[in-house]
């Protein structure tokens, strides 16, 4: 029998706004080997990704699913080390690497038929919650299935430096398609330009209103936009929605825009279907979860890409159980690029 000590981030309070150290309690408890059950494992947790949906499962209101239950620990997915395992398992053995949902906890036991064994000889662990991970997989797939990109074709990303917009930009090159990357920083569309090889990039943090991006959007694109794929909403939204062509795909990711004060009593913005009425333009949601099954799918042909090089991607990787919730606190102020990760 083996016992671990484990630390726990327990979810007490729900956010009105933006979500910090106040809405969580640090507990200590014991994990003991004992309590494996048929097929399960026990992990110990290296890499914790930190996610933008993790604030809208935190509203009062029922989303893709019911409010994130209180006094529970917080979910996440999670790169972890097996660290003991039932007689039953034969898939998995002491030492392996798996991506899990276990959440913030230094232990976990955890069903096997919940975890995705990992090879860190093929591509770095961390990838599985980022360019290899649910990031990519919505990136992926809504942009392909949703966006459906021909080449020539210009695409717009709002957040194209972060998790998902990252991989949304490239794959949209690698389909031929011009590519405007929108992003807060000067380091962040620097990145996109010279790293990405992007074909336009806006930082909208230097323009003020709705009409000035506008109107930057249509010197970078005079032929209009064909594709957006929009993590951000809010005013840069608005500003896309002005400079679609006809028959444009709008694929929305996110809203973090809105994510902090705006998500239980949203503002409602300007009317624009008469614009989708006007374009025939096309918008839907997409959810990661809508894909899970075509994993597999994703990483035949996204795996090859990362080891060849033929993708980029950066990650903020913040050191330090003790730091999650300030770490999530992060993505709404922009501070992190790329996939943002704790690790312990």
């Known amino acids: 029998m083996n016992t671990y000590t484990n630390r726990q981030w327990i979810y007490r309070k729900r956010p009105e706004n933006v979500v910090d150290e106040r809405h969580y309690s640090l507990q200590t408890t014991s994990l003991s080997t004992t309590e494996l059950k048929e097929n399960q494992v026990v992990l110990k947790s290296k ?5 933008p949906y ?18 529970t620990v ?16 034969r898939e998995f053995k002491v030492g392996d690497w798996v991506l899990s949902y276990a959440g913030w906890q230094e232990y976990a036991i955890a069903d096997i038929s919940g975890l995705r064994k990992l090879n860190r000889d093929e591509v770095p662990l961390t990838t599985a919650l980022g360019i290899l991970g649910m990031p990519a997989r919505v990136a992926y797939f809504g942009l392909q299935d949703v966006g459906q990109p021909k080449p020539g074709e210009t695409v717009v990303v709002s957040g194209a430096s972060g998790a998902v917009g990252q991989i949304v930009t490239q794959i949209a090159k690698i389909k031929g398609c011009h590519v405007i990357g929108i992003a807060g920083s000067d380091e962040k569309t620097k990145y996109l330009k010279e790293t990405l090889q992007l074909d336009g990039v806006i930082n909208y943090k230097k323009f ?24 951000v909403g809010g005013y840069i939204t608005d500003a896309v929605i002005d400079s ?8 929305i990711c996110g809203q973090i825009s809105q994510y902090s004060d705006g998500l239980d009593s949203p503002n409602l913005g300007p009317r624009f279907l008469h614009k989708m009425l006007y374009k025939r333009a096309k918008i839907q949601g997409v959810l ?8 597999p799918e994703l990483l035949e042909e996204m795996t090859p890409w990362v080891q060849q090089g033929l993708l980029h991607y950066k990650e903020t ?20 690029t790329g996939k943002l990760i704790v690790e312990v």
């Open 74 to 89: 917080q979910g996440g997915a999670v790169v972890g080390q097996i660290q003991d395992i039932h007689p039953s398992c």
């Open 317 to 336: 990787i913040v050191n330090g159980f003790e730091n999650l919730p300030k770490a999530l606190n992060m993505l709404f102020y922009g501070k992190n």
């Open 208 to 231: 003020t209103t709705q009409k000035e991006i506008h109107l930057e959007l249509k010197r970078l694109a005079p032929q209009g936009v064909d594709i957006y794929y929009d993590n």
């Open 244 to 251: 679609i062509n006809t028959y444009a795909r709008i694929i």
């Open 288 to 295: 990661a979860r809508d894909y899970n099954n075509r994993m």
């Open 54 to 71: 993790m604030r809208i499962q935190q509203s009062a209101l029922e989303t893709w699913e019911r409010p994130h239950p209180l006094d």
């Open 47 to 51: 890499y914790f990704s930190l996610d």
